[in-house]
């Protein structure tokens, strides 16, 4: 991309991941396929690295505050790296901890999280013997708040599969945060490196005529 910059009209490229299709864009964005809005942010201490990182200041569970404070919400070189290369979300294992005490409180309700709770990866949020999308529903949307607004990714979207079961794709990190594929995922995400910035669009990445999950 860096060698071909002056060749399009603008200085865009974009990401449309799903999980069994998706689309790439250069030059610019369409609109067509979005559900949401753009929410932008800038692409935080761009002129320190060359790499993506945005600005996360809070996570809720279900619209429950986790206590999540931003500093502790970081890659080691600023923000959260955005890296489509990366298969999982990695979160620092202070906020992890947080995200797992709302998770646990919001599944103690009557009628929530209808799976059996099992013990294999331990790096997730929780893992159950696998799911059906009619239980996945049963659990909560997690929203990550930035100063352009929020991104929330719903059940259908962070369960990962894995040997008969099924596991929440937000891992526990030492001290990286870490926005990954499986984020990404049902986004258009929007790398406009004229204007340093980020965006996130709620899309129908897989095809045209399918909507994403949505919270």
């Known amino acids: 991309l860096n060698a071909m910059r002056g060749k399009f009209h603008k200085d865009i490229y974009t990401l449309c ?3 069994r299709n998706g689309y790439f864009t250069i030059g610019g964005y369409e609109t067509v396929r ?7 942010n800038s692409n935080y201490q761009a002129s320190k690295n060359k790499y993506y990182h945005i600005q996360v200041t809070g996570i809720t569970v279900d619209g429950a505050d986790t206590g999540v404070k931003k500093d502790s919400l970081k890659y080691s070189s600023g923000g959260a790296l955005v890296d489509s290369g990366t298969t999982y979300t990695y979160i620092p294992k202070s906020a992890h901890a947080k995200i797992v005490t709302q998770f646990d409180k919001f599944c ?11 013990t ?3 790096t997730s949020v929780a893992c159950y013997n696998a799911l059906s ?11 990550f708040n930035t100063p352009g607004g ?3 990714i719903p059940p259908e979207q962070y369960f990962f599969e894995e040997r008969g079961k099924s596991c929440v794709g937000f891992l526990r990190d030492s001290s990286s945060f870490v926005i990954g594929g499986n984020f990404m995922m049902n986004f258009d995400v929007i790398f406009d490196r004229e204007k ?9 990445c897989e095809s045209p ?6 919270c």
Do not use: E
């Open 209 to 214: 005529d399918k909507p994403p999950p949505c």
């Open 133 to 143: 999308a009619a239980q996945k529903a049963t659990y909560p949307h997690i929203q």
């Open 120 to 122: 294999y990866d331990k």
């Open 34 to 40: 979005h559900y949401t809005p753009v929410v932008w």
């Open 150 to 152: 929020n991104l929330c």
């Open 196 to 204: 340093g910035k980020v965006g996130f669009a709620r899309a129908s």
């Open 17 to 19: 991941l799903s999980p």
């Open 108 to 118: 103690k309700g009557s009628g929530k999280c209808t799976g059996t709770k099992v």
